[in-house]
């Protein structure tokens, strides 16, 4: 073997360096190949506009292989946002090419980039080009298409930010400039903001208006300082009717693209122009801000969102679905996402999408055994640790029974009804295995545990008392 090794091309062999040398390429070429056709699925699913401003500016890392494929963006901010949105997404499309694919990683390519994979080389027929991953994205980014009021869900966590979103996108002079909005991560900012800006240029066809993130915003001045034209980057924010910038929290710190910023607030306000801004917590709270521009955010109308209740929750996740009428989901099913991913709405989305793809991908009917199977490690890292003996509290306080009795041996309805849904909500909001509960309600078998279960879905669906009671008391749980 070691002759072998040793033989040179003059006799008419290669070497094993040469041999893996082509491997390489060839698996480059393969994964390359599979990259544009995931780039050309997600730009049909995710449509044209979505997919410029956050997707096209993915490049394939050259390096990359059949185990780990390597994707870069040219900003971190920008790798955060396909990372929370597209992650399982790739994946799958990925290994839908490529079944060996066991993970991608998306990364934040440096200013000296490595080489990369160019979309443009990866044919079927042709190698891998090196093509540069600082390539910007696109310079005014469109408003997302799914994101508009018709789909926003109203309750009363969000409906004054709603209304002042609406007020804001009103033809005439604004009611109130700025507009800031604040709230957690994932809980709807983005969205209104992209709505006010649909709204806006529907109504004023001639109008222009730009939706710009607070770390685009400092990327752009910071160019132009360098480049010697800050006149250009100013007369073309300034010169908007409508100007939005979102995530504000994060050029804290940053003194020169502050003082910018506050000079971009003055001119909004003193033209009377609309000016809207996004972050995750209330002016007066950011952190590493000069007190004399909180104090010209909060001049304006500020609202905020709060978390997302459960009824919203739920709320949602059927709005989500008349997007995507060819999924049948139980409603069991939706009760599940929304009682269980509780932390922002953004996760609630994610849960249903990559819920919905392995479903379409593997060719599976939703049920809920699918969805806890599919979503296991989701649903346990959101859950709030809920006790069978609080569900039983909370079921013998809603049904003024006594908690005793339901884990006695009465079968009369009055007292059989709460146990069952007890069981019911102690199967949906607990991690607890079929024979765990039924030793929890009086020793009983898993078998009458599966009778409750399956008998409360089917009361749901058709009593509106026993609906509204297991509603209740998952809200109460969830609190």
Not at 202 to 207: R, V
Not at 369 to 375: E, K
Request: glycine share 6%; with cysteine; proline share 4%.
């Amino acid at each position: 073997m070691r002759g072998m090794q040793k033989l040179s091309a003059k006799e008419g062999c290669v070497t094993v360096t040469q041999v893996q040398a082509l491997e390489r390429d060839g698996m480059e070429a393969a994964v390359a190949k599979a990259w544009s056709h995931v780039r050309a699925n997600l730009r049909r699913s995710a449509g044209q506009r979505l997919f410029d401003q956050w997707l096209k500016p993915v490049v394939l890392i050259e390096g990359s292989d059949a185990e780990i494929v390597r994707l870069g963006l040219p900003s971190a901010f920008m790798t955060q946002w396909v990372k929370n949105h597209y992650a399982e997404r790739l994946l799958l499309e990925f290994r839908s090419q490529i079944p060996a694919v066991r993970s991608v990683s998306i990364e934040t390519v440096a200013e000296e980039p490595k080489r990369v994979l160019s979309a443009a080389a990866a044919t079927a027929d042709s190698a891998p080009v090196a093509a540069a991953a600082t390539a910007a994205p696109a310079e005014r980014p469109q408003f997302d298409p799914r994101f508009t009021f018709e789909r926003f869900v109203i309750d009363a966590t969000n409906r004054v930010a709603c209304n002042a979103a609406k007020a804001m996108a009103e033809p005439g002079a604004p009611r109130f400039s700025p507009l800031y909005l604040h709230a957690g991560t994932g809980q709807g900012k983005t969205h209104l903001m992209h709505a006010i800006g649909h709204a806006f240029l529907e109504a004023n066809p001639e109008a222009t208006a730009i939706y710009v993130t607070a770390e685009r915003f400092m990327f752009e001045f910071v160019q132009a300082l360098r480049n010697k034209d800050t006149h250009a980057f100013k007369a073309r924010l300034r010169s908007v009717d409508l100007l939005m910038i979102d995530d504000l929290q994060f050029i804290g710190g940053k003194d020169a693209t502050q003082q910018e910023f506050f000079h971009t607030v003055n001119e909004f306000m003193s033209s009377g122009k609309r000016l809207v801004i996004a972050a995750d917590r209330a002016p007066q709270a950011l952190e590493g801000f000069e007190p004399r521009l909180a104090g010209r955010l909060a001049s304006g109308l500020v609202a905020d969102i709060k978390p997302a209740e459960l009824e919203l929750r739920r709320a949602i996740v059927g709005r989500k679905l008349l997007d995507m009428p060819a999924v049948t989901m139980p409603h069991e099913v939706m009760d599940l996402l929304a009682a269980r991913i509780t932390t922002n709405v953004r996760e609630l989305e994610g849960a249903l999408n990559r819920l919905v793809a392995y479903a379409q991908l593997n060719g599976e009917v939703i049920t809920i055994d699918f969805a806890t199977n599919v979503l296991g490690e989701v649903l346990r890292s959101a859950q709030r640790r809920i006790t069978i003996d609080e569900i039983q509290r909370a079921v013998s306080a809603h049904f003024e029974v006594k908690q005793i009795d339901l884990i006695s041996e009465r079968r009369a309805v009055a007292i059989a009804r709460p146990r069952q849904i007890a069981m019911y909500l102690a199967k949906r909001l607990t991690t607890r295995s079929l024979p765990e509960i039924g030793r929890k309600f009086g020793n009983r078998d898993h078998s009458t545990v599966i009778h409750a279960v399956k008998r409360i879905e089917e009361l749901r669906g058709k009593d509106v008392e026993i609906d509204t009671a297991v509603r209740t008391l998952m809200r109460t749980l969830e609190g």
